[in-house]
């Protein structure tokens, strides 16, 4: 049954979330702390192979107006690379707000945002994926 998995890319940690075999539902599944892309790129083959992912989907961090940033740069270089060390297809998906709504989450259970920076990662991952798969299965009844 086919997985994907969503990616949160931050500058030292990148939130995780995987989708359900049904590809319906998106839930948390970890976070990385890395200190080279090399590092962060065999650490993913790894969870690409242990959950025989096959599609990942990487959250894009453009602005408010839907323009690029550095952030955004750096997320597209990251992308070229993870591609060209991975055999599936990598693709990018809008982020914006997907931190925000993390952290909405976190405080309506009652936990703080500062204190759960790798849980807020995992949520904001879950969120693009989650939007990713609801945006294909729109896409699919069209």
């Not at 702390?33 to 993913?44: F, V």
Request: glycine share 4%; proline share 4%.
């Amino acid at each position: 049954m086919p997985r994907y998995l969503g990616i949160d890319f931050g500058e030292k940690r990148v939130g995780l979330a995987m989708s359900d075999p049904t590809l319906t539902i998106a839930q948390p599944l970890r976070t990385i702390r890395y200190h080279s892309l090399k590092e962060l790129i065999n650490q993913l083959k790894t969870v690409v192979n242990e959950f025989s992912i096959e599609k990942i989907v990487c959250g894009l961090p453009l602005t408010m107006k839907g323009t690029d940033s550095r952030k955004t740069t750096e997320v597209r270089e990251f992308v070229e690379k993870l591609q060209n060390r991975i055999n599936i297809p990598v693709v990018l998906f809008d982020e914006r707000m997907t931190t925000v709504q993390a952290q909405m989450t976190l405080q309506q259970l009652g936990k703080k945002p500062s204190r759960n920076r790798e849980i807020i990662d995992q949520i904001a991952a879950q969120f693009i994926l989650q939007t990713f798969l609801d945006h294909e299965k729109q896409r699919v009844k069209r």
